[in-house]
Structures are given as C-alpha cells and as structure tokens.
C-alpha cells in the first residue's frame, strides 16, 4: 500500500521531535532529537549553563550521565533505536532493487537516516574512529535480523565494522538518489545533498580526507542553500526550516506534541527571548573565554550578550527583553529567535537545523589542508570567512596541524548549540577543559582525549534484554576540579 509506506517515511523524520517517547509525560528533556543535540553539547567546553533546579540538563553538564541508570542514555539510545525500528519496517517492505523512482526515493530515506542514527550512535557509546577500530561499537540491527535479535540477543559490533556498516548504507542511498528524479516536500527529508553532507560528515571522522572534501564539494553543489550573509548572519534566527542556509532541519507545527506542551521542547530549554526553562534560570551561555576569542569585528559575536549585557545587532525591544524584563545574564546566548519575534511568547513552535551549507564549506577547508593544501584550505578559509562573517579575519596556518585547529574554532563559534561540539571534541581528541569558561562550581572538570567519562554507558536495561552485549566500563561520577582565578587566567 503506498499510502502507508509513504506514512512510514513521515514517521521516520516524525521520530526526530517525539515528546515523552522514552521517559513518558514526567519527563521534559525527552524531546526527540533535539534533546540528544542538548544533552551531547551540555557535556562539551562551549555551552554554559547554571545547575538549577529548573535545568533538566544539569546531569550532563555535571557529569553525572556517566551512568547506565540515568535518562540522558536512555534518551539517546532509545530515540535512535526508535529511528531505526521505523526504518528497517521500511526496508524490509520495500524491494531494494526496484527501479520505480517513489519507491527508490522511500528506500534512500530509510538508508540515510539509518546511517546517520548508528554514525551518532558509535560515536556517543565509543571513543572516536582513529585508533579505536578494534574497539566494541554498537549493535547492529537491520530488517534481515530483528527477528533473531528479538529472540537471542545481539553483540556489539566492532567499530571498524559499525563505520562500514554506515557507508553501505549511505553509498546505497546516495546511488538511489542520484537515479530518482523524485523531489522532497519540504527541508525534514534527505535529498541528495544532504547524503553527501552525512557522508561528509563520516569520512571526516574516519579521516579519509579526499573523500571528505569530494562530498563536501558535491552537496555544495548539488544544493541550493545559500550561506547567510555578513549582514544577515549576526542577528537572531534559527528556527525556520526555510532558512536559505538550512540543508536539513526539524520540522515542528504548532499541532505537534512538543509544542502544545508549551515547555517540553528545544526553545524552552536553550531560548532566550520566549517563555521556557530557560527564562525562569536556566539559561543557555557561552563559554566566557571562547566569547573572548571572537573578534569584535565578526558578526557572530552578536549571537552572544557582552559582559555589560549588550548586543549590537539586536533590536531595541529585544535589547530591552534580555535586559529588563527576562534579565538575562552575561554571555547569554541570543542567537535563537523568538516565534513571530514576539517577546515571552509562549509560542515554541519552532523548526530545528539539523545541516546547514556553512559546514559544508568548513568540511571541504578541514579534508583540503589535511590532505596536503595547507595554502590553498587556508586562503578559502580566509576569503569564507572574511565574505560572510568577519572582514578583519586572517587566518596565517603554515601546517596542516595549524589549520584545522583555526576551523575547529570558526567551527565551535558557527555552529554552536547546534549540536555538533560534542562531535567535533571527539574526532579531534580535544578532552574537555572547562577551566575559566564560566561554568558553576559543580560543573568545572578537565577531562583527557581517552578519558572513560567521554563515552556513555548503554542503559542498564538494553543490558538486561540483550545478554549478548557488553557495556563500556563503569565509571564513577567524577568531582569537579577548583576553577581558575582570575590572577590563573
């Protein structure tokens, strides 16, 4: 019935904004995939925020995630999962070698966001691709095996083995994709050039740098986004699928669960200027150090308040709201509009960028100078950045090594809170040095690259079911560290 196959695709893009579908109503971080955005960037360097009572993301921020018992795992391994059931039902209807270009199209969408649940799942339970290949990944469940698994259980598979996995199906829906003429509806399913952007994405965590930069040029090029503008960039936005930069984004109407809840949804946790979570304490800051490190003369740093609570790009009556009527503190993000630009509203109806072209173009700087262009990365880079985000930039890398730590930093100012810091301090090997950043007491920790606290436990009760897997090793939750003084600073 293609009716209901049709349906089964709009479920799968449906799974990403489910409220309450592993915690239930009690539950108001349980929000899709935007909460696993969230709760990967509370574990990071970048997003600061205050250990509340109205916080429901303090547990990653204070590293208390680290066990197997705690909703954070859960939500992450449960929403992904949950992705994947509904796409193996898909594939498992579908013939894969059909030649009608619907169907062809149904098959590429059920690859590609397969690919990319278990691309984010490995990468969450186990350290980054380099170095770790032996290492356990995770289990890996298809349409050909659910019943067995169902009935005997599942080891995990080897991350070299999870990578391969994840190309196979993402080779397999980008061929689909360049065959079928079929065209998305709107910006919430996978067209061609976001395959190549999840692939993009892939190969630079495997470090396979050509074919890094080949995709990246490819979803360039096959996409009709445009890069924001340096007039446009700067000021609050974020939450229109429609966005011209947007690749791939969450689609919310006001008639879904996450937004009649009112509070249980990604504006209400990370927003600023509407009705929220946030509003009542929990605000949603930048790391101080890293807002210093942003040159006056580069837009982006308006998506932030000042030390004095001020931005430059904001409107008066926005200036007006953070100030005085929501108060918000120092280093506040502003980034992230309001519905309607309308102050407090109540309204979090908004949309959710999953991709945007700015990475794309990030990618193709990082995979050109690690494969040997250092000159050539670093003068795209530079005339980027000085085009649409900072005319003063001036990037002078002379090695590889150089140049890619400059575009993890454009990339940790571009992208932040949008959910992939997290990623990057991963395959980079960065740790987390929170020392100086801002964060409250309980929170300041410095963690090594390899540290067991940077790779989650897989929620005890996956253990329980599944007798053939083997979790990651336990790990205390760890005490926080003296913060550095300013004299240290």
Known sequence: DPTRIEAGVTAICSNFTVYGAVGGNDQHNDFGYPAIMML???????????????????????????????????????????????ANAILGVLDPE???????????????????????????????????ESAPGVPLITEKNAAEVATNGIARATVEDT???????????????????????????????????????????????????????????????????????????????NEKSWMWGVLITDKDRVATTGICNFPSHMGSFNYGYASVGA???????????????????????DAECNSATLTKAQLDYVQNSAKCPAYTQVKYAAMGD????????????LMRIEEMYYIAYEAQAMNGDVPGAVAALNKFVNTYRDTDYLCEATTKEEAQEAIWNQRRIEFWGEGLSWF???????????????????AVFNFAPNADELILRIPHSEEQYNKLLVNNPSVAVPQPIPDETEEEE
């Open 342 to 353: 309308e102050m407090g509203t109540d309204d979090n109806a908004c949309d959710i960028p």
């Open 283 to 305: 605000w949603r800051l930048i790391n101080k150090k890293l807002f210093a490190a942003i040159p006056e003369t580069d837009v982006r740093r308006n998506w932030f308040l």
């Open 98 to 132: 059909t030649e009608d270009p619907t169907t062809q199209f149904y098959l590429a969408q059920a690859l590609a966001i397969r690919a990319f649940d278990y691309f984010n799942l490995v990468q969450v339970y186990q350290h980054t691709y380099v170095g770790h």
């Open 163 to 241: 990578y391969t996995f994840i190309l196979n199906d993402i080779n397999k829906a980008i061929e689909l994709l360049e065959n079928t003429d079929i065209e998305r509806n709107d910006k919430r399913y996978v067209s061609l050039e976001v395959a190549y952007g999840i692939r993009a994405r892939i190969n630079l965590v495997m470090n396979n740098w050509e074919a890094a930069y080949d995709d990246a040029v490819a979803a360039i090029n096959a996409s009709d986004s445009k890069v924001m503008s340096i007039n446009e960039a700067g000021k609050p936005a974020f939450i229109d699928i």
């Open 40 to 86: 990967l960037d509370h574990r990071g360097t970048d997003l600061v925020s205050f250990d509340t009572g109205y916080n429901w993301f303090s547990y990653p921020l204070i590293y208390s995630d680290v066990r197997n018992n705690v909703i954070g795992t859960a939500i992450i391994w449960y929403t992904l999962f949950n992705q994947i059931f509904t």
């Open 424 to 442: 990057d301090i991963k395959r980079l090997n960065k740790g987390v040095n929170r020392l100086g950043g801002g964060f409250p007491e309980t």
